[in-house]
């Protein structure tokens, strides 16, 4: 198995423009997070989905964050419009049931300027 | 006060040395418990589950106090690959979730 994977690798972007994440979780896992690290706050959970469906979206900071999931091998994390706040590295990770670990993908470093 | 809350570091020790990080976290009703490990500019990968009697896993025994909300990780006879960020991880089973929480890690650099 391939793993998590995510794209792009690395983003460099303009201040105000639209920026999309993408991510394909290990087949077969039922759940996929998605989580942004920075140095000040650490690894951050933003959304996670069960089966496709959001379950916890607590995380996202604010309406210029959407994330979906239109089926189990794809998700996408949107940022419109981007700010330069939000230059952080963003990981999706997948987990197969409850009480197991979650798989990360090798994340996206976004940088915002 | 933050969910899980763990010591920043870092921590420097000599080769060979014993270290032990702790984690404590606020949520009692979390049920499952996780070490990972971070490298530099890599993403978090799974070192070890934590189960409620402790668990060994070679140089590295895990700890769980339930009722004091705390998480340990010993790392014995410590070599210089061992450096990297160590995170305590918290997962929340609530309604069909499966919310997994993170500390915010803590720096281990071993030296010769």
């Known amino acids: 198995d391939a793993g998590v994977i995510q794209s792009p690798r690395h983003e460099v972007t303009e201040m105000g423009q639209e920026v999309t994440l993408r991510c394909k979780p290990i087949s077969g896992h039922d759940y996929l997070f998605w989580y942004r690290q920075t140095m000040m706050r650490g690894l951050e959970l933003l959304i996670y989905?069960?089966?496709?469906?959001?379950?916890?979206d607590s995380g996202m900071p604010e309406d210029r964050f959407s994330a979906k999931m239109p089926n189990a091998s794809f998700s996408t994390l949107k940022i419109q419009p981007s700010e330069p706040r939000d230059s952080a590295v963003y990981f999706c990770?997948?987990?197969?049931?409850?009480?197991?670990?979650?798989?990360f993908g090798q994340g996206t470093r976004l940088t915002v300027v | 006060r933050k969910e899980v809350e763990q010591d920043p570091g870092p921590f420097n020790v000599p080769e060979g040395a014993t270290v032990a990080f702790n984690c404590t976290y606020s949520?009692?009703?979390?049920?499952?418990f996780f070490w990972y490990r971070q490298d530099c500019r890599k993403e978090p990968k799974l070192l070890m589950s934590?189960?409620?009697s402790g668990n060994e896993d070679g140089r590295f025994t895990a700890q769980l106090n339930r009722a004091s909300q705390y998480i340990s990780l010993l790392i014995r006879d410590s070599k210089l690959s061992d450096s990297a960020t160590y995170l305590c991880?918290?997962?929340?089973?609530?309604?069909?979730?499966?919310?997994?929480?993170f500390g915010t890690g803590t720096q281990l650099k071993v030296e010769l």
């Open positions: 934590v189960y409620s």
């Open positions: 989905f069960n089966n496709n469906v959001p379950i916890d």
């Open positions: 990770a997948s987990s197969p049931r409850p009480n197991t670990e979650a798989f």
């Open positions: 991880v918290v997962k929340e089973i609530t309604g069909g979730g499966n919310k997994l929480t």
């Open positions: 949520n009692s009703a979390s049920q499952s």
